[in-house]
């Protein structure tokens, strides 16, 4: 029999398990790595296409300006306010961006220590920076449509979007926050030129717009946008042509269409209006959007597994998506998947078999499957046996190889049983152990009780014991949450001091 506190194979499991654990809290797949790369260059594409279109319109406001300055300055300088305020937030955005790409693409703690730190946590920095940003905008716009749009985008749960996200995943949803900002900025900038009357600065500035609803559409759902024209007569409607096909006067200017195939593509089309002269004014547009493939972030709190009988906390967003319109569930039969009020709880049920979550997002009205997790089932690892004693109000666990005071043992009632390794923290039921102690002549003398405390017959033992001697706790029978009983097999050396 062996008193030792582990033996050294015990010790090579033990670090064995810690070394696996690291392993899968680090399995995130490189396709999906990949995907949010793929995903991030086109957010570049589309905003910088964005700010492009931006720029025209600002050089068309200073061209107005030049013409009738008493006019369009007041305007021109909303104008110039709402770009100062868009850069700002812009950059910021991308500094952001800058300290959380400092680690590998598949860094799981990157993007919370550069948001939530505790000293230089950067996410309410920039959700006070985005709520001024949004009350700027907003008081700009009167359409409801656009009013929606924006407040949507450029509403967010940071926790949901950045604790625990990848590196990758963070920068691909702060290069879309950028995207909203450069859409935002646009939208308040066809406001404004709506706002001031065209007809007094000549055909030439009267320009056809698309409003879509989004710039990123998931896959299999619908594409919608409204095309205007800017400074027309409320009473006259254009004709609006999509490529050669001309849209139906009945859907006042919305086109839409179902999205079955990933990537960037565009709205071409022109507008004609009948003047009353009898000539025609034609204005074509275009409107670039992406198609992505659905996604959803879920992550275990703990790890990359799943233990069977325990409630293991789950995370669960959908990038975009409010976490009202996000459901979840364990498909395969391996146990529950519950909500709750900080994310999910995980309960499967067969060790060995897996647990495939599938997350589902209502999208213009419709479920969308925006994929499948599958994670191991394993069981709960053995407890360490400890005593708990209190140290001048400080509670602490004596796991044996260092002295015990005599006096912290008589107030202590008995052993508790846990797993403690730093990445779980799982309380277990002590239904019985062993003491050994030995006599003068070396005679080991075992006492047994029946629950966690420990009996009258070993206090009376602990009180005989004097400096340097020793006893050993082992043979801990101990009960988990998921409710398999088991010997546990470490032995507890207590030293006196």
């Known amino acids: 029999m062996s008193f030792g506190s582990q033996t050294p194979r015990q010790k090579m499991i033990s670090l064995m398990y810690i070394v696996l654990m690291a392993m899968l809290a680090l399995n995130v797949s490189s396709d999906v790595l990949n995907g949010f790369t793929l995903v991030d260059e086109s957010l570049e594409h589309t905003t910088a296409n964005s700010?492009?279109?931006?720029?025209?319109?600002?050089?068309?406001?200073?061209?107005?300006?030049?013409?009738?300055?008493?006019?369009?300055?007041?305007?021109?300088?909303?104008?110039?306010?709402?770009?100062?305020?868009?850069?700002?937030?812009?950059?910021?955005?991308?500094?952001?961006?800058?300290?959380?790409?400092?680690?590998?693409?598949?860094?799981?703690?990157?993007?919370s220590f550069v948001m939530f730190s505790p000293r230089t946590g950067q996410a309410d920095e920039l959700a006070q920076q985005i709520k001024a940003y949004k009350s700027e905008v907003l008081s700009q716009i009167d359409n409801p449509i656009q009013k929606k749009i924006i407040e949507d985008n450029l509403t967010l749960d940071m926790h949901k979007l950045f604790e625990g996200t990848p590196v990758a995943a963070a920068v691909t949803l702060l290069s879309k926050l950028q995207s909203d900002i450069r859409y935002a900025e646009g939208e308040v900038l066809h406001t404004l030129t709506q706002d001031i009357d065209m007809g007094d600065l000549r055909v030439n500035q009267i320009n056809a717009f698309v409003i879509p609803s989004s710039q990123y559409v998931v896959r299999g759902s619908k594409m919608s946008a409204q095309i205007v024209l800017a400074a027309v007569d409320s009473t006259q409607r254009p004709q609006i042509f999509i490529g050669d096909k001309a849209l139906p006067e009945s859907a006042h200017g919305l086109y839409e269409t179902v999205c079955n195939t990933t990537g960037e593509f565009t709205i071409k089309g022109h507008l004609e209006l009948n003047q009353g002269d009898g000539e025609v004014i034609r204005r074509d547009f275009s409107q670039s959007y992406t198609v992505i493939?659905?996604?959803?972030?879920?992550?275990?709190?703990?790890?990359?597994?799943?233990?069977?009988?325990?409630?293991?906390?789950?995370?669960?967003?959908?990038?975009?998506?409010?976490?009202?319109?996000?459901?979840?569930?364990?498909?395969?039969?391996?146990?529950?998947?519950?909500?709750?009020?900080?994310?999910?709880?995980?309960?499967?049920?067969?060790?060995?078999?897996?647990?495939?979550?599938?997350?589902t997002a209502n999208?213009?009205?419709?479920?969308?499957?925006?994929?499948?997790?599958?994670?191991?089932?394993?069981?709960?690892?053995?407890?360490?046996?400890?005593?708990?004693?209190?140290?001048?109000?400080?509670?602490?666990?004596?796991?044996?190889?260092?002295?015990?005071?005599?006096?912290?043992?008589?107030?202590?009632?008995?052993?508790?049983?846990?797993?403690?390794?730093?990445?779980?923290?799982?309380?277990?039921?002590?239904?019985?152990?062993?003491?050994?102690?030995?006599?003068?002549?070396?005679?080991?003398?075992?006492?047994?009780?029946?629950?966690?405390?420990?009996?009258?017959?070993?206090?009376?033992?602990?009180?005989?014991?004097?400096?340097?001697?020793?006893?050993?706790?082992?043979?801990?029978?101990?009960?988990?949450?998921?409710?398999?009983?088991?010997?546990?097999?470490?032995t507890l050396e207590v030293i006196i001091n």
Not at 62 to 91: C, F, H, T
């Open 293 to 359: 493939d659905p996604s959803a972030t879920v992550s275990a709190s703990l790890m990359n597994v799943l233990y069977a009988g325990y409630d293991n906390p789950i995370s669960i967003s959908v990038p975009g998506v409010a976490n009202g319109q996000v459901q979840a569930s364990i498909v395969n039969g391996n146990g529950s998947l519950t909500r709750t009020a900080n994310g999910y709880v995980a309960r499967p049920t067969n060790v060995g078999q897996e647990a495939v979550i599938r997350v």
């Open 51 to 111: 700010a492009e279109k931006n720029r025209e319109q600002y050089n068309a406001l200073l061209a107005s300006l030049n013409i009738n300055p008493e006019k369009v300055g007041p305007w021109y300088e909303k104008a110039m306010r709402v770009q100062r305020q868009s850069d700002s937030l812009y950059n910021f955005i991308g500094e952001l961006k800058e300290k959380i790409g400092e680690s590998s693409a598949d860094n799981l703690e990157r993007s």
């Open 363 to 490: 999208m213009d009205g419709r479920p969308t499957t925006m994929g499948e997790y599958a994670y191991r089932v394993r069981q709960l690892p053995d407890p360490s046996p400890f005593i708990e004693y209190n140290d001048n109000g400080v509670m602490k666990r004596y796991k044996g190889g260092a002295g015990l005071s005599k006096a912290a043992l008589m107030n202590t009632d008995g052993i508790v049983a846990a797993i403690d390794d730093g990445l779980l923290n799982i309380g277990f039921q002590v239904l019985g152990f062993e003491t050994v102690f030995f006599d003068n002549m070396g005679n080991a003398v075992p006492e047994v009780s029946q629950g966690a405390n420990f009996s009258s017959r070993q206090k009376d033992m602990f009180r005989r014991l004097s400096r340097g001697k020793r006893f050993y706790i082992s043979r801990v029978r101990a009960k988990g949450p998921d409710g398999v009983e088991r010997l546990l097999p470490t």
